[in-house]
């Protein structure tokens, strides 16, 4: 089985910054692609952004410019850092890794932009 953990989600001000990280455990034999996504109370789970084992990246449209994502290989982790937070970044966070074609997922870390 394989567990992945988010963390770093919290109460921030429009403007402000977080570091989310995602640490994958259990029997992991070769993470492949790693991404985060977001859900919104009453919308769609929809791609913030991805990141190949080789670094390649792509973000939505909408955290181009504010968001960078990032992965240690030897720790299993992938990061999301999230600068110029807007009210409209709130959402739950999750992470979501493939290994050998199999998706798995975290149990989200919970993002508000308020002032």
């Known amino acids: 089985q394989v567990q992945l953990v988010e963390s770093g989600g919290d109460l921030v001000q429009p403007g402000g910054s977080l570091r989310l990280s995602c640490a994958a455990s259990g029997t992991i034999y070769r993470l492949n692609d790693m991404a985060w996504y977001r859900q919104a109370p009453g919308k769609e789970r929809e791609l913030v952004a991805g990141?190949?084992?080789?670094?390649?990246?792509t973000y939505a449209d909408s955290v181009k410019g504010r968001f960078t994502i990032s992965r240690d290989n030897a720790k299993n982790t992938v990061y999301l850092q999230m600068n110029s937070l807007k009210p409209e970044d709130t959402s739950v966070y999750y992470c979501r890794a493939a290994i050998f074609g199999v998706y798995y997922w975290g149990q989200g870390t919970p993002v508000t932009v308020s002032s």
């Open positions: 990141i190949t084992r080789g670094g390649s990246t």
